[in-house]
């Protein structure tokens, strides 16, 4: 029976340098399997990163993939996660035209029902901003494209587990 493949969310926590990301991008690449979204932020402990990095592929490539991540020299620890294991969300951003928000009231509507915020207005245009799961946001994608979408750009999806992550013990030690 073949294996399933599964959408993952990798968490890799590592010390800051430079050319980590290329090492760990071609660790997935060498395998022929696409990142769907990558974020790089700082941890809860100084000094330490962390990348987020969603990938769909079976656990047992995970496992492999996760050992080989876990080799690199600047990498304290990485782990993986099924969906079902986190809490996470992407944000967005949408650039529209300033006239349609006073003309097009289904405009107005849209942005009301999708929990969307307005972050700017001016003559010439009025930013959108909108967190939610990456179903939420191609939806409003979706019914903002009928009125033209000047710009357009998602982050990558930030996550926490549902459970305790025991790095941030072992993260305690590396900061002392």
Do not use: P, W
């Not at 590592?14 to 700082?42: C, D, K």
């Not at 492999?64 to 080799?71: A, F, R």
């Amino acid at each position: 029976m073949e294996e399933q493949i599964n959408q993952f969310t990798v968490s890799v926590y590592t010390e800051n340098n430079i050319g980590l990301l290329n090492r760990i991008s071609a660790i997935f690449q060498r395998r022929h399997i696409n990142i769907e979204s990558i974020n790089s932020s700082v941890s809860e402990i100084e000094g330490v990163s962390r990348f987020t990095i969603v990938v769909n592929m079976t656990e047992t490539q995970m496992k492999k993939i996760i050992g080989q991540i876990d080799k690199q020299v600047e990498v304290i620890k990485a782990f993986y996660h099924r969906e079902d294991e986190t809490i996470y969300q992407e944000s967005c951003l949408f650039k529209i035209k300033s006239d349609l928000l006073f003309e097009e009231r289904q405009i107005q509507n849209i942005i009301k029902e999708s929990n969307a915020r307005i972050v700017t207005v001016n003559k010439e245009f009025f930013v959108l901003e909108k967190s939610g799961r990456k179903q939420e946001i191609e939806l409003l994608y979706r019914e903002l494209s009928v009125f033209g979408i000047m710009q357009f750009t998602r982050s990558g999806r930030i996550a926490v587990t549902k459970d305790e992550m025991k790095i941030s013990k072992m993260l305690e030690a590396f900061q002392h």
